[in-house]
Every structure is written in C-alpha cells, then in structure tokens.
C-alpha cells in the first residue's frame, strides 16, 4: 500500500466536495511535497522542483500548499523569524518540535510521557484538550551547525 494513499483520497474528496479539478501541476507539487523533507517552505520547495527540471511557478505552488493546509492535510509553522514552512498533517503521527536557535533545525520527537502529562494537567484545571502544539528552542549539538557562534 502507497505511503500515502490517505492524503491523496483525502485530497480526492475535497477536490470533489468543492467541484475542483486535480490538475498535472498540482499533481505534481503534491508529489515533490509528499517526497520532500518535512518542514518546507514554499521558496525551498520551489528550488527542489526547479532542480528537478519542473517547470511550476512560485504562486502554482503557493495555491497548492494553501489548499492543503485549507483541506486540512497540512499545516503552516513558523519557527522562527516569521519563516513559514509546511509540513504533512498526519492524522496517525502526533510529534512536537526540537528548534535550533542557531541554525533554524527542525528535529521531530514524540515522547507519551509528555503527551499523558498535557492531559492531566489539562484536566486538572477543567480543561478538555482538542489539540495541542508543542516547540522547544535551544541549541543543537552538531558541531557543524553553521550558524554557531563560538563559546
């Protein structure tokens, strides 16, 4: 089974539900996008394809990612400095974020501990949680970060 059928029958019926056409360029931003690093602004995921020889412009690509973030199959971050970037809404794959303030890195982690502690904390003040965002900033560890500034 495709990595990710359940993004394109989702896309399928909003598509539908609005009477809109998948187009060969949307098509084909969605499936740069899909196969793309996560955490991607539209800038850095119009070079990629640019380099892949496409041929789709900057805004093709901004009303892409727009209507995915509108169908709910993405979500527009901005981490620091007001950069946007996009990343895959999995409905199956809840995580949280590691910044570097240095170099603008974006690490991925999931930690139960964490997550069971937000619900009672929550509850614990009388709160029902339907969601949540989670980012923490500091300094990466690699040493060859580029942006570190020496100590």
Request: glycine share 4%.
């Amino acid at each position: 089974m495709e990595k990710f059928a359940w993004f394109w029958d989702r896309l399928a019926t909003y598509l539908a539900a609005r009477n809109l056409k998948q187009t060969g360029p949307r098509r084909e931003v969605v499936e740069f996008f899909l196969n793309a690093r996560p955490h991607l602004s539209v800038e850095e995921l119009h070079a990629l394809m640019k380099k892949a020889g496409s041929r789709a412009s900057i805004s093709t690509i901004y009303r892409t990612l727009n209507l995915l973030k509108d169908a709910g199959l993405v979500e527009q971050r901005s981490f620091i400095d007001g950069h946007s970037v996009f990343e895959i809404l999995d409905p199956d794959d809840h995580h949280d974020h590691l910044i570097c303030i240095d170099c603008n890195a974006v690490t991925e982690f999931h930690n139960p501990v964490i997550e069971q502690q937000q619900v009672e904390i929550a509850q614990q003040r009388g709160f029902e949680l339907s969601s949540h965002y989670h980012v923490l900033y500091g300094h990466c560890r690699n040493k060859n970060c580029p942006q570190r500034q020496p100590k």
